[in-house]
């Protein structure tokens, strides 16, 4: 597909039936803003980890997650599901929504996609392949959430203490080093032929057209306040721009 420019997020985590502790917006306020988006912008980008799947649910029950989600906010996900459909919003799956991609839940939906945006062939993917906890899909992570959820439920304060230290250090910007899942993916690129790669999953978002292969991260929307990550792209370059919500 050709387009001539794109908006991209990821990492908005979702966790639609339980907002603690994470800037919360609400579905029709996140709605309105992508229809707003989808109207300026040829492609509206989502890049993976949209949806929340992995934090209160049962161990491996992401699909039983989604579908909880997905009722409650019924109307937002029928517009989500028809604007994939159109080809309007692209959805890229991310380690915490992998379920989408692996169920098939919204259609047409990959963990990975090469398209065109202002004449140059861009590689689309989440970034969490560059991840040695994430990279099979997500199980280790995944497994190593569930345990510090019993290892909280348990109220031994030490134990806790030991594992939100350990913790801090599982976002993907610690464990790999924002520098080196930048190099993987802009060879990643390179190799498939492609002059631009858009990625998301370390938390940190990055606009850098200093290589022949431009590199963009979107960032993400969890523990912001209330001026979130954005990133456009169009032929003459990535730019991050923040966008402010009122909620």
Same mark, same amino acid.
């Given at each position: 597909?050709?387009?001539?420019?794109? &908006?991209?997020?990821?990492?908005?985590?979702?966790?639609?039936?339980?907002?603690?502790?994470?800037?919360?917006?609400?579905?029709?306020?996140?709605?309105?803003?992508?229809?707003?988006?989808?109207?300026? /912008?040829?492609?509206?980008?989502?890049?993976?980890?949209?949806?929340?799947?992995?934090?209160? %649910? %049962?161990?491996?029950?992401? &699909?039983?997650?989604?579908?909880?989600?997905?009722?409650? /906010?019924?109307?937002?996900?029928?517009?989500?599901? !028809?604007?994939?459909?159109?080809? !309007?919003?692209?959805?890229?799956?991310? /380690?915490? =929504?992998?379920?989408?991609?692996?169920?098939? &839940?919204?259609?047409?939906?990959?963990?990975?996609?090469?398209? =065109?945006?202002?004449?140059?062939?861009?590689?689309?993917?989440?970034?969490?392949f560059a991840d040695f906890y994430n990279s099979d899909g997500g199980i280790i992570g995944r497994t190593i959430m569930w345990l510090g959820a019993q290892i909280t439920r348990l109220g031994i304060v030490e134990a806790d203490r030991i594992w939100r230290l350990f913790?801090?250090?599982?976002?993907?910007?610690?464990?790999?080093?924002?520098?080196?899942?930048?190099?993987?993916?802009?060879?990643?690129?390179?190799?498939?032929?492609?002059?631009?790669?858009?990625?998301?999953?370390?938390?940190?978002?990055?606009?850098?057209?200093?290589?022949?292969?431009?590199?963009?991260?979107?960032?993400?929307?969890?523990?912001?306040?209330?001026? &979130?990550?954005?990133?456009?792209?169009?032929?003459?370059?990535?730019?991050?721009?923040?966008?402010?919500?009122?909620?």
């Amino acid at each position: 597909m050709n387009y001539k420019n794109a &908006l991209a997020i990821s990492d908005l985590h979702l966790n639609l039936l339980d907002a603690t502790n994470r800037f919360y917006i609400p579905p029709p306020v996140l709605q309105g803003y992508l229809e707003k988006c989808m109207l300026s /912008n040829d492609v509206v980008l989502l890049l993976g980890d949209v949806v929340e799947t992995w934090t209160g %649910s %049962s161990f491996g029950d992401t &699909l039983g997650r989604f579908r909880r989600i997905e009722h409650e /906010n019924h109307e937002f996900f029928e517009f989500l599901r !028809g604007a994939i459909e159109s080809g !309007g919003i692209r959805y890229i799956t991310g /380690n915490h =929504d992998s379920v989408v991609y692996s169920e098939g &839940l919204l259609i047409p939906t990959l963990n990975r996609d090469i398209i =065109d945006i202002g004449g140059r062939k861009t590689l689309l993917e989440h970034g969490h392949f560059a991840d040695f906890y994430n990279s099979d899909g997500g199980i280790i992570g995944r497994t190593i959430m569930w345990l510090g959820a019993q290892i909280t439920r348990l109220g031994i304060v030490e134990a806790d203490r030991i594992w939100r230290l350990f913790k801090r250090h599982l976002t993907p910007g610690r464990i790999q080093g924002n520098m080196r899942v930048k190099r993987y993916y802009t060879e990643k690129a390179r190799r498939l032929g492609c002059q631009s790669v858009l990625i998301g999953h370390t938390h940190v978002e990055d606009a850098d057209m200093s290589d022949s292969v431009w590199y963009g991260n979107t960032g993400c929307w969890v523990g912001k306040t209330k001026y &979130l990550p954005v990133l456009t792209v169009t032929y003459s370059g990535i730019s991050k721009t923040y966008e402010r919500f009122d909620t």
